[in-house]
Structure formats: structure tokens, C-alpha cells
């Protein structure tokens, strides 16, 4: 065989490989729910806690159950565990969360984000984890962004006051000065979340500050930095400062966690906090997000 001829099959065999390797490329939109749970723990197919699973819901939709009752720390392994199933390799994965849900990817990501981790073969078995792909191993997870629904990584004056029932761990986890000390929110391992604010807020109105979903505030579900909560608003209501779209610091200075910006703001107060078994409330403009960007 000549020389031209040798160097034409090595960039022929070359591109195939390429070719091969990108082919094999898949992303994946991943559900993490929030408090009290619903699905089946470790089954990606189980869409209890949103609403009917074939609704569109982005590309590859899994549904990345915990029981939602248990310590953050306890089930953040169950976290672990998808991402390393469908977030590593070559596989890319796009992250909705509700409620806890933000508080314990956050959790995650922040302790674990920058960890070695093996890369798996996205088949699982029992229990949701997944075969190793080739032994090989990669530093934390490919993630291109996170959108958080009434995200509660600041948590809820509800759990404060005791209006949830305190016999779970986690609503000792959510306490508003527990969850904003329990990790470094501004440690993101890079990933963007970006964040949903519901505002139809009645029941609890006297509880929450500022503007609400009924569960969590706008110092939450806006992604607010610092050591306790505050009172956020919409641009209408002059009683107290406003929540801001984007990363940019709220009126009156107050900043967002690192690698936080807010792309909805529920100005006219339609979206409580309740997915009422079919992807309502707030988790209703996530999915939306979720089925025109997650592709």
C-alpha cells in the first residue's frame, strides 16, 4: 500500500471514530422533585410526583425520584446517581427541579460537583444505578444548566414556624437559616441555575415574606444570597424591594448567589407552588422552558 494511500485509511478510520463517538452522544432532561416525593425511588420512568409521564417534558425526560422526607444528606446519593447514569461520558444532562429539589441538587453539586466520577453506560438496573461505560473516570458531571421551579435553597419560613410537620428531617433541613448554611450556594461546579418565581400566594401570606407561592418566598425561589431571608416583591408592590430578572443584585443591593439569575418572575401573581398531579403551578413555565430548550 502506498504512503498516500495508508495516510488516506488513518484519516478515513479517524473520522469514523469521531463520527462514532458523537453519534453516541445523548442528552438527557432530568426531574428532580421536591418535598413529600411521590415516584418510585430509582425508577427514571416513574412520573407520580408531576403528572402524566408522556407529557412532553424535553428530550430524554427522566424522573430523578427521592422520597422527599428523608435529610438532604441521606438522598443526595439518589442525586448522585442519575448524574452519574445519564450526566457523564459523553451524555450531556438538562436539570428541572421543584421546591427541595434546588436545595438538593445545590447540596450536590456544591459537596460532590468536582469529585471523580466513573463514567456509566445510562442503562440502569435495580435501585437506579448504572453499569460502568469503559472504566474510565471524569471529574463531576455534564451539565449545561439547571431551571429551578419555586427553587427552596433558601428554604421556607412554613418549616421556621413549624407549619409543616416537624417529625421529617427534612423539614428540619429547610428551616431558612439550615438550609442557607448548609452548603456554599455560590459553589455551583460552574452550572447556571436559573430561576422560577411563583407569586399566588394567599394561605400563607402573613408567614411568608414579600412575595410567595405559597410554600416558599421570593428570597428563595429568586436564589437571594445571604444568611436569612428577606422580603422581596414584584415591580407593582411598593411595600417592599424588588426581586430582579437576571444575576444582576435585587433593588436595594442585595445579591444572588453565584451562577443564579431569575428568568421568570410571576408579576401577575398566577402560579402557586402545587403541580396538582398534571405539571401545574409554577412547574407548568419550567416545562415549558424545558420542551423549547432542552433538545
Not at 424522573?63 to 444528606?73: E, F, K, L, P, T
Not at 421529617?168 to 456554599?184: I, S
Amino acid at each position: 500500500m502506498s504512503k498516500f494511500l495508508r495516510c488516506l485509511v488513518t484519516v478515513v478510520l479517524l473520522s469514523m471514530a469521531a463520527f462514532s463517538s458523537l453519534a453516541s452522544a445523548t442528552n438527557y432532561t432530568l426531574w428532580v422533585n421536591g418535598r413529600t416525593g411521590g415516584g418510585t425511588v430509582g425508577d427514571y420512568n416513574s412520573f407520580t410526583y408531576w403528572g402524566p409521564g408522556t407529557t412532553a417534558a424535553g428530550i430524554n425526560k427522566k424522573s430523578v425520584n427521592w422520597d422527599g422526607r428523608s435529610s438532604i444528606a441521606s438522598q443526595s446519593g439518589k442525586i448522585r446517581d442519575a448524574f452519574d447514569c445519564f450526566c457523564t461520558g459523553s451524555n450531556w444532562c438538562y436539570v428541572a427541579t421543584h421546591s427541595a429539589g434546588d436545595l438538593i441538587v445545590g447540596y450536590t453539586l456544591a459537596n460532590y460537583g468536582a469529585s471523580s466520577r466513573l463514567k456509566k453506560n445510562a442503562v440502569a438496573g435495580a435501585g437506579g444505578t448504572c453499569g460502568n461505560s469503559d472504566g474510565s473516570a471524569q471529574t463531576g458531571w455534564n451539565i449545561k444548566w439547571v431551571r429551578a421551579a419555586s427553587g427552596a435553597a433558601g428554604g421556607s419560613e412554613l418549616s421556621d414556624v413549624g407549619s409543616w410537620t416537624t417529625s421529617e428531617p427534612l423539614v428540619a433541613d429547610l428551616k431558612t437559616t439550615t438550609a442557607r448554611a448548609m452548603y456554599n450556594h455560590n459553589s455551583t461546579a460552574g452550572v447556571w441555575f436559573y430561576m422560577y418565581a411563583g407569586a399566588s400566594g394567599t394561605a400563607y401570606s402573613g408567614i411568608l415574606p414579600g412575595q410567595d407561592d405559597e410554600a416558599v418566598a421570593y428570597h428563595s425561589s429568586g436564589g437571594v444570597a445571604g444568611s436569612g431571608g428577606g422580603s422581596y416583591c414584584n415591580p407593582s408592590d411598593w411595600l417592599c424591594n424588588d426581586l430582579t430578572l437576571g444575576s444582576a443584585a435585587n433593588e436595594g443591593g442585595s445579591a444572588k448567589w453565584s451562577y443564579h439569575s431569575v428568568s421568570f418572575r410571576d408579576d401577575n401573581e398566577s402560579y402557586n407552588h402545587y403541580t396538582a398531579g398534571n405539571w401545574h403551578g409554577i412547574v407548568s413555565v419550567v416545562r415549558s422552558a424545558m420542551v423549547s430548550s432542552a433538545i
